[in-house]
C-alpha cells in the first residue's frame, strides 16, 4: 500500500524528512512502516518515521487492491500492521 507520510511540522523542507519519494538522495523517503512497533501519527509534532497527515484524524491509502481508503488516525496498531502485511495469510478484522 502507499500512504500519506507524516513530516513532523518543524521538519517541513528538510531533505530526508520532506522529499519526493523518487528522490534517490535518500532512500528514507520512500519507506515508511504500518503496525504495532509503527501506528499512524497522532500529532504534527510527533517525532516517529510514520504514516500521518495534516488531515484533522484521518490519513489517506492507497491498498494493493487499487482502492483508496481513509483510516483513522485511532486504528488499532494492531489491524494497522495486518492491513501493511500483505502476505502473511491473516484475516483482517473489521475496522473503522
Known sequence: MVGEKHIPLHNLGVGWWDCSSY?????????R????DNPLAQTLDDQGWKF???HPGLCQF????????VLK???SPYIL???ADKADGQIIPEYE
Open 23 to 31: 528522490n534517490g538522495d535518500y532512500f528514507s523517503c520512500s519507506s
Open 33 to 36: 512502516s504500518g503496525g504495532v
Open 52 to 54: 500521518g497527515s495534516y
Open 62 to 69: 492507497v491498498m494493493c487492491d487499487g482502492s483508496v481508503r
Open 73 to 75: 488516525n485511532n486504528i
Open 81 to 83: 500492521g495486518l492491513l
